[in-house]
Nanobody
Framework: QVQLVESGGGLVQAGGSLRLSCAAS????????MGWYRQAPGKQRELVAT???????NYADSVKGRFTISRDNAKNTVNLQMNSLKPEDSAVYYC?????????????????WGQGTQVTVSS
């Protein structure tokens, strides 16, 4: 079992910055990759950014050049630095990880999600 906990959300003015963090924990687990997703009211959940264990990153076109994803593999944490925030960035941001747990043996790879953290950008 893997637990993901996000932090760092809040209210910020347009043009401002926020830094989101996510920490993974569990008895015994392995993570393949981590990422951030967001969902605004009335909209579908969308990918914001992902990062592999090797450090390869991928960003949604809407945030490219403004957001930066990073992680510490040893600590099983992932961060999202958000700069030049726009009102359309307002959403609940979710941390996600592809992970597997060990019982009598390693389980299958599965997707895990955090509870979400609210980001609100005012005009």
């Amino acid at each position: 079992q893997v637990q993901l906990v996000e932090s760092g959300g809040g209210l910020v003015q347009a043009g401002g910055s926020l830094r989101l963090s996510c920490a993974a924990s569990g008895s015994r687990f392995s993570i393949n990759g981590m990422g951030w997703y967001r969902q605004a009211p009335g909209k579908q959940r969308e990918l914001v950014a992902t990062i592999t264990n090797g450090g390869s990153t991928n960003y949604a076109d809407s945030v490219k050049g403004r957001f930066t994803i990073s992680r510490d593999n040893a600590k099983n944490t992932v961060n999202l630095q958000m700069n030049s925030l726009k009102p359309e960035d307002s959403a609940v941001y979710y941390c996600s990880a592809k992970a597997r747990s060990y019982g009598s043996g390693w389980g299958a790879w599965d997707d895990y999600w955090g509870q979400g953290t609210q980001v609100t950008v005012s005009s």
